[in-house]
């Protein structure tokens, strides 16, 4: 069974605090992603990982910055937390399509993690 | 690249009736059509999916149906049953030619089944 996991489920900050969001996976894939989902706007690509180190931005990366030093671990980093940066956060992982067939583009879902910006 | 639209945002529905969720896409070349759902508090699951070489797909009471001429495709619930209440979302490809491992998705439909 694949696993994603998140590092926490709730997350309450200050405006202007540093806020790191972790994101583990154990399936050896070779994508993460980190999406943003806020009512009636969907799920909204921040940043994509498509090997170590190797990042791309998304529709909506301004505010964020992403780590991606191993292959299992994806960080999302908000360099200076905004109220409007509250929102829910997922995580997702999937196999590239570089080594497997078209058929695995199905992406793995986090537990999220409920940002609050006060 | 690549733009989905999906309908309606809410759908309200009595247990044992059909549900209907209508997503477009824009690009072409788009080849990969996921539908996933999220129950209240739970993360984004993927229940069913088609590629662009089929008009239809079905599992048990769920089915997706792609018109490629009209850039749209449906999931088309039958029989609903209380625990098919959630979001659901459709996806497309995310990036130019189809070739990319990025889905955008739609902006979700909240479908409540009443008993």
């Known amino acids: 069974d694949v696993k994603v996991t998140q590092s926490s489920r709730y997350l309450v900050k200050r405006t202007g605090e540093k806020v790191f969001l972790e994101c583990v996976q154990d399936?050896?894939?070779?994508?993460m992603f980190w999406y943003r989902q806020d009512p009636g706007l969907g799920l909204r690509l921040i940043y994509f990982s498509y090997d170590v180190k190797m990042k791309e931005k998304g529709d909506i990366p301004e505010g964020y910055s992403v780590s991606r030093e191993k292959k299992e671990r994806f960080s999302l980093i908000l360099e200076s937390a905004s109220t409007n940066q509250t929102s829910m956060y997922l995580c997702a992982s999937s196999f590239s399509l570089r080594f497997t067939s078209p058929s695995s583009y199905e992406q793995y879902f986090g537990p999220g993690t409920r940002l609050t910006v006060t | 690249g690549e733009n989905v639209e999906q309908h309606p945002s809410t759908l309200s529905v009595q247990e044992g009736d059909s549900a209907v969720i209508k997503c477009t896409y824009s690009?072409?070349?788009?080849?990969?059509f996921p539908w996933y759902k999220q129950e209240l508090g739970k993360r984004p699951q993927l229940i069913i999916d088609i590629r662009s070489n089929v008009g239809e797909k079905k599992d048990q009471r769920i089915a997706v149906t792609l018109n490629k001429t009209a850039k749209h495709f449906s999931l088309h619930i039958t029989e609903t049953q209380p625990e098919d209440s959630a979001v659901y979302f459709c996806?497309?490809?995310?990036?130019?030619?189809?070739?990319?491992?990025?889905?955008?998705f739609g902006t979700g439909t909240l479908l409540a089944v009443q008993p």
């Open positions: 996806a497309a490809p995310g990036g130019y030619g189809g070739a990319t491992n990025k889905l955008i």
């Open positions: 690009d072409s070349a788009s080849n990969y």
């Open positions: 399936m050896d894939h070779e994508n």
